[in-house]
């Protein structure tokens, strides 16, 4: 065999197992893309299924309808938060009372109810005198002789206590949201409650 032969025969060989070498590596390459591509539509489906399975948790959950107010006897008032939906499990609910001025907070409560399906109506209490009392203390500093005329502001809201099972199939965004306060699962309500009263006149000041 010439040298020459042998060269050809060389890198004949070395075209074949390079060539064999790009084939392996083209297979790597389509196998590994494969492979993310099956990851990218099984992640895609288990996103739709979480967002099928909270649209329909969504859907049957308990919203406030209404608030009413019962009206003032003497200091005792009270309001009833009218709430509806499908979904049987407990609730967080939670009130604040406010001045319309300056949002003040006047009075709040939260408390845990457990809800079926239908219709249902909280009742929470009110103390006139207590709203007044917080209303001196906090906007005129305890003053007196101040006549006062206005609709307080009773807002109330209703959100899930989600079980493990439910957090399990809601997507992890709308967990958060809940946490912070910015879930679509949140139902808010406002009603204004009238307020008329004449702070008493405090004592007079003794002077040497």
Do not use: C
Request: charged letters at 20%; hydrophobic letters at 45%.
């Amino acid at each position: 065999m010439s040298i020459r032969a042998l060269f050809i025969g060389v890198g004949a060989r070395r075209g074949i197992i390079l060539g064999g070498l790009l084939v392996a590596a083209l297979v790597g390459i389509v196998a590994i893309s494969l492979v993310g591509l099956e990851q990218e539509v099984a992640e895609e489906e288990r996103g739709g299924a979480q967002e099928t399975a909270f649209a329909s948790f969504a859907a049957g959950q308990h919203t406030i309808d209404r608030i009413e107010f019962f009206g003032w006897n003497a200091d005792a008032g009270s309001a009833g938060i009218v709430m509806r939906g499908n979904r049987a499990g407990d609730y967080h609910i939670s009130w604040t009372v406010t001045e319309s001025t300056h949002g003040q907070v006047l009075a709040e409560g939260r408390e845990m109810v457990s809800l079926g399906p239908g219709r249902r109506t909280v009742v929470i209490p009110l103390a006139r005198d207590g709203l007044i009392e917080a209303y001196r203390e906090k906007l005129v500093k305890g003053a007196g002789g101040v006549i006062v005329d206005e609709a307080f502001r009773l807002a109330a809201t209703l959100e899930p206590a989600l079980s493990p099972d439910e957090s399990a199939v809601l997507p992890p965004r709308e967990i958060q949201n809940l946490a912070i306060g910015r879930s679509s699962l949140r139902s808010v309500a406002g009603i204004d409650l009238p307020m008329s009263f004449q702070l008493p006149a405090g004592p007079a000041i003794q002077t040497d």
